[in-house]
């Protein structure tokens, strides 16, 4: 134990013996009637202990108000524990909320165990100390921004939820630390997490990080992978296990077909590796659920939904000089048909689920989704620049879900559109010079740009192909096909609507149900449709979305969406005990939960002070208490 002012301790110096010499030279003369001279003896002794400085008898107010004195004391010199902590006056707390962060390995969790820490560091700040609470994930959130109180704080901390969606990158919360650290003197960043995170390359923050790493176990098998596809007989089920453990698993894995228990599987998986499982199921089911009973610390991706789309078929609209690549990858598609128009476009039709425009551009964009191939000039969405001579392919990232399974790093590419997306693009594949192949989302619509005409290249040749066109597909054609009512946690469920529908109707996983127009339970609508499009965001519920298309009350389609984990970033557990985020100061790691801390416990001292004082003036009041007592009892024998 320490003390930020040990100098207040010399004041018990000053004021313990003041309060002796008090008692010392106190007068306690008291009139008594007395019966013999044989107690004047008492009387005589009583006088002479009035005496200045005469020995001290015993006295138990004395003793209370030098126990007073201490606490006060104590307090003033504001004693201390080290601990785990930051030291600086401004504070930005970094708290993740992935997934991962729902692991059992910590009582009751670990996004439990880092509020609880968060909490800490926040009581450790100086009295006049501010901290922003930046909580990670997709989309970046901050609940509390540079403020002292501390009520205020531990509410937006004890706020904080687990999220599915959004992974764990803190490219975007170590940005907006950094921008806050620069504006204000004694910041410093702590971040909260098990270190299973995604972390910026570029930036230098100014200010020192602290890490607090949250986790003990690696333990987990995930589901990793769930289709339901239809066959010439009826359909196949495929559902994937995955060990992220550093030892070998065995669990079994129980099948359910709407509900009911189908078939149950022991699976034997050596560390690292996956196991599958592929069952003819009948033509009849609709949703079908995994689920493994395994011993692990994540019971979040230990299930697992795919629905069925047999019957259903994706509308497609291509446009171009005609691509036989492009057409005969298409037509090997389940459940999609192409509707091939050379030289006009449908542009209103809200039937088609995607548009697919192959080095041309009409004079006006048809609604719905588009996927642009060799864009010959710009729109509201790109502008084209010029053009890229035998671009490279640069190694893309194997986090992106549309290029799942597959490599373009062997493709070669004799000549590319240079063009540049705006803010709604999210780049997969990029060249040396400009990107080649982007997707993301804007107003509603799903929009993907694939720089390259097919015919300027070896992609058509190469086993990725089919590959990339059917994620392509999935993702630009949500709601139908064989693979497109798969979503990822938060991942917005979009659909194309004909004008004919009169009300769109939503079933949560949770049972919850949403509907587009307004009722007696509902007073205001809680689904929108525009521009022909109806898309709803609120995804991170693991689980089946139903969407039902109504037209004058009766229902005329039904659309399945099942949500899943498959985060292998989040299903991987082990927490990690450093993270390699550069500083100004030269540090290129964040510094680990050294004791730098101080947990003050003055209040505590302050409290006990008051206690005291208390229990001292109910001693000292001790006979007119009693008389009160006394007086009460005779009051009550006379009722």
């Known amino acids: 134990m320490s003390f930020l002012a040990p100098l207040a301790l010399f004041s018990a110096a000053i004021l313990g013996p003041i309060i002796v010499a008090i008692y010392l030279l106190k007068l306690r003369r008291e009139d008594k ?29 004395l003793l209370l108000q030098l126990i007073i004195l201490l606490f006060l004391v104590l307090g003033l010199a504001r004693p201390f524990f080290p601990t785990q902590g930051t030291t600086g006056s401004n504070l930005i707390l970094i708290l993740d909320r992935s997934a991962s962060m729902g692991a059992t390995d910590e009582t009751p969790n670990r996004l439990e165990v880092a509020k609880e820490l968060a909490i800490k560091l926040i009581d450790q700040l100086p009295d006049e100390g501010r901290a922003t609470l930046i909580v990670a994930g997709d989309p970046l959130e901050m609940p509390a921004s540079a403020t002292k109180d501390r009520l205020e704080l531990r509410k937006a901390i004890q706020n904080v939820a687990l999220h599915n969606g959004g992974g764990s990158d803190l490219t975007q919360p170590l940005a907006l630390a950094a921008a806050l650290a620069a504006r204000e003197d004694q910041s410093e960043v702590a971040i ?20 607090f790493p949250i986790g003990k176990s690696g333990k987990n098998v995930a589901i990793s992978a769930s289709a339901l596809r239809a066959n010439a007989t009826g359909q196949t089920l495929f559902v994937q296990a995955t060990n992220y453990d550093t030892a070998v698993t065995t669990c079994r894995m129980d099948i359910y077909l709407d509900g009911t228990l189908f078939s149950a599987y022991n699976l034997t998986i050596e560390p690292g590796q996956e196991q599958s499982v592929v069952v003819e199921v009948p033509p009849t089911a609709k949703i079908a659920e995994a689920r493994l009973s395994a011993k692990d610390v994540l019971p979040t991706d230990d299930r697992a939904w795919a629905t069925s789309t047999l019957g259903e078929e994706t509308k497609i609209q291509l446009a171009g000089p005609g691509n036989h690549f492009l057409e005969t990858a298409l037509a090997l598609l389940p459940g999609v048909k192409v509707t091939t128009n050379t030289t006009t476009l449908d542009q209103t039709n809200s039937q088609f689920a995607l548009t697919i425009l192959d080095s041309v551009m009409p004079a006006n964009l048809p609604n719905g989704n588009l996927l642009f191939i060799a864009p010959p000039q710009s729109t509201a969405f790109f502008s084209v620049t010029g053009t890229l001579d035998f671009p490279t392919i640069k190694p893309a990232s194997s ?31 990029e060249s040396d010079g400009a990107p080649l192949l982007v997707a993301g989302e804007r107003e509603g619509r799903r929009i993907a740009v694939l720089a390259f005409a097919l015919q300027e290249s070896d992609l058509p040749l190469n086993v990725a192909f089919p590959l990339l066109l059917s994620n392509l597909v999935s993702f630009l054609a949500p709601g139908s096909g064989a693979e497109a009512a798969q979503l990822l946690p938060s991942q917005p469920l979009a659909l194309q609507v004909d004008p004919a529908i009169t009300e769109v109707r939503l079933t949560r996983p949770d049972g919850q149900k949403l509907s587009s127009q307004a009722s007696l339970l509902q007073p205001k609508p809680t689904l929108q449709i525009q521009n022909g499009q109806f898309v709803y965001a609120e995804t991170d519920s693991l689980g089946i979305y139903t969407v039902e298309l109504v037209k004058n009350q009766e229902i005329i389609a039904q659309h399945r969406y099942a949500v899943n984990l498959f985060a292998p970033a989040e299903s991987a557990l082990k927490p990690q005990k450093q993270l390699s985020v550069a500083q100004t100061s030269g540090l290129r790691l964040a510094v680990p939960n050294e004791r730098v801390g101080k947990q003050e416990f003055w209040r505590w001292l302050a409290m006990a002070a008051f206690a005291v004082l208390i229990l001292e003036w109910l001693v000292y009041q001790r006979a007119g208490l009693t008389y009160l007592r006394q007086q009460w009892q005779v009051r009550r024998k006379k009722a």
């Open 33 to 61: 009637v007395v019966s013999s001279t044989f107690l004047w003896q008492q009387v005589v002794r009583d006088v002479e202990a009035n005496a200045p400085w005469q020995k001290l008898r015993r006295n138990l107010l």
């Open 192 to 211: 909260i997490s098990d270190g299973n995170v995604k972390l910026p390359t570029d930036l230098k923050m100014p200010a020192t990080i602290r890490y």
């Open 399 to 429: 986090d992106e879900p549309l290029l799942h399974n597959l490599s373009l790093n062997e493709i070669n590419i004799l000549q590319a559109v240079r063009f540049v997306p705006g803010t709604w693009a999210r780049v997969l594949v």
